[in-house]
């Protein structure tokens, strides 16, 4: 547990400390099991310091009544700049995904000295670019999925792994993973009830800037992660984004959706990552 701006994080360390240091953040609602353990194990075993964490309100950090979350993106956005100082020696290649990616070009634009290089896996720009929106496809899904009774832990576990599927490929979702996190997720979380705060977090009103311009000014090295089956951020969002980053690099994930890099794809990505 690390003390960061003054709320409790949960952290999580695989590899040497004087290693050159990899921040896995997740997407909104998500925890450090986002990111596989075995995932991060070989990661490290390419001779980096893989560190990932829980987001306030998941996993066993600081959690905030339901629906009634007392902060901020920009919060998020501290916390990930305050682990990169506390266990990066204040230096990291930042891998974000989803809202991570978010967070991850609001590193890289805001803190350019602490992001050593940058991965941005099923995310989309932080400036507009009028790209497809979500597939109808999970829109219908969405409409099928009730919440579940929280007590009731096998109704949670079905409920998570359902999660998972409707946001994978349609041929790249693998029930025995899906299940294998599900499990790790009850068992880590203090509240699941709250994952859903990020949805509902206190909005800050922030000069307008051109982050288009601002992202063509990004000097570290990119690379651009995403599925070619997302159903959240169709393959276009990876597209422009990938345009935007000077010299970024695009690797599009044959019939991935929005999900973490699955296994079946761990030798590629993990090359790319470490190159």
Known sequence: MATVNSVDICVETFGEPASPAILLIAGAGGSMDTWDPDFCT???????????????????????????????????????????????????????????????????????????????????????????????????????????????????????????????????????????????????SLDLRTAGNHNAMRQEARPERDFRALLAEVAAPALVIHGTDDPMLPQEHAIALAAAIPHAELMLLEGVGHQAPPRSSWDQVITALTR
């Open 42 to 188: 070989a990661l490290a075993a390419t001779g980096r310091l893989v560190i990932r964490y829980d987001h306030r309100d998941t996993g066993r950090s600081t959690h905030y009544p339901p629906g009634a979350p007392d902060y901020s993106f920009y919060d998020l956005l501290a916390d990930a700049t305050a682990l990169i100082d506390r266990f990066a020696h204040g230096r990291a290649h930042v891998v974000g995904m989803s809202m991570g990616g978010t967070i991850a070009q609001y590193l890289a634009v805001d803190h350019p000295d602490k992001v050593a290089a940058l991965a941005l896996v099923s995310t989309s720009p932080i400036f507009p670019a009028g790209l497809p929106p979500l597939t109808q496809r999970l829109l219908d899904a969405y409409g099928h999925m009730p919440t579940p009774n929280w007590a009731d832990k096998e109704a949670t576990l079905d409920h998570l792994v359902q999660g998972a599927r409707i946001h994978a490929g349609r041929t790249t979702f693998d029930e025995h993973s899906a299940r294998a996190t599900a499990r790790r997720i009850i068992d880590r």
